[in-house]
């Protein structure tokens, strides 16, 4: 499942252009929750869609197709098209609805699509000349006064093309990203927008009147134990793997599961494993506190009353916490208990907490010594965007994580092996001393009794 070696290729981008909404909109201030404007929100998560050529759009450029599917798309998504301001009092983030429009631009490159082989997982080959503009400043992401979206397509030789795009991840996480998406994609096809009203409904996850948190978050705060290795060592000394957890692998981890355990579901048998093994490989202290934090989806739940058509952030990060002695020791069994309490513990009232704490703290950045963050975008549906001309060969994030330490931060994606089985791929960062031992712990902890 390595990434395919790209022959040498230029990417020509044109003049990068705003793209305003199509229609006047409403000219408001409209506030960010106290889940979207927190430091871990502020910066831009990307992704990439990559498309054969379909003979019968020939002649057709994707680019002007898209790009007049957004401006329209914009007229409902209207503070997409806004700026981000923060306001003095308490780092409050608000979003100016000005009309100035998304960044967007359209280049070729001299690559096809047959070039990038049987890729399925990220990072995606490249990423970086499919994006648009890195806004990365001294270590730093910033989103305020800049555009929310940021759009690059990029014309294949073949005919086909790549979608790659940055969404500002304070106006929206991954599902609402993908709904404005499809929005697109549905007015590129010719049909005529949203089914349901686009739903701003921030106030659905304010501080509460005073700010009381009523639960501990620990992940907010740095855990017990010294340095951590990972957020010291240089790019140039990690190794990067890509783990593929299919049929076999996830039989294996359910015969060591506990049988009260035995219908944990495949995230938790492949987080619980990786975190296990993970914690050995990198020899932490028995007695350092190692973490394993996730996020957890707020849409669906009976409890969490949203709007049909909200596209905010709508989760949480929940935290598994103990002694890397303890981990070790209580094996796979130990590993899923904690996992799973840490799923369940997610609520709505879980929700206004950390609005309360961000509030009150100052809108904090979780701790990430001896963490593993995780998000599983494998039930996203990257690849069913279609702009009219067929599911995508390759969707899903541009990056193996978020952030500007590798391996701290991962994506669980959906992928198949070489013999077309399902599975969830996990791109692994480790420094290159860890990695051996990794995949030794991970073969014994899915290797079928």
Known sequence: MASPILPAFTVRRGEPVLVSPA???PRETKALSDLDDAEGMRFYSSGIHLYRADPTKRGVDPAAVI????ARALVPY?????RIREEAAGRKLVV??????ALFVDADADLAAADFG???SPPFPCFEQFILEATTVAGAEPVIDRPLLYIQVTRLKCGGFIFGQRFCHCVVDAPGGMEFEKVI???????SGPSAAPAWGREMFMARQPPLPSYPHPEYSEPAGGADRMLSTPASDMARVPFFFGPREIAGLRQRAPPHMGRSSRFELVAACIWLGRTAALGYGAGEEVRLSFIVNARGR?????????????????????????LCAGGLGYALELVRKAKSAVTYDYLLSVADLMVLRGRPLFALSRTYIVSDVSHAGFKSVDFGWGEAVYGGPAKGGEGPLPGVTNYFSRSKNGKGEEGTVVPICLPKDAMDKFQLEVE???AEI
């Not at 790009?67 to 957004?70: G, K, Q």
């Not at 209207?78 to 806004?82: D, F, M, T, V």
């Not at 100016?96 to 429009?101: K, T």
């Open 23 to 25: 229609a006047p909109t």
């Open 67 to 70: 790009r007049e599917a957004l």
């Open 78 to 82: 209207y503070p997409l098209a806004g």
């Open 96 to 101: 100016d609805c000005d009309a100035q429009g």
């Open 118 to 120: 049987d890729v399925h």
């Open 185 to 191: 994609c549905d007015l590129a096809r010719g049909g």
């Open 302 to 326: 009976a409890d969490v009353p949203l709007p049909e058509g909200f596209y905010g952030n709508a989760f949480a990060y929940s935290v598994a916490a103990t002694t890397a002695g303890e």
């Open 444 to 446: 014994g902890l899915t």
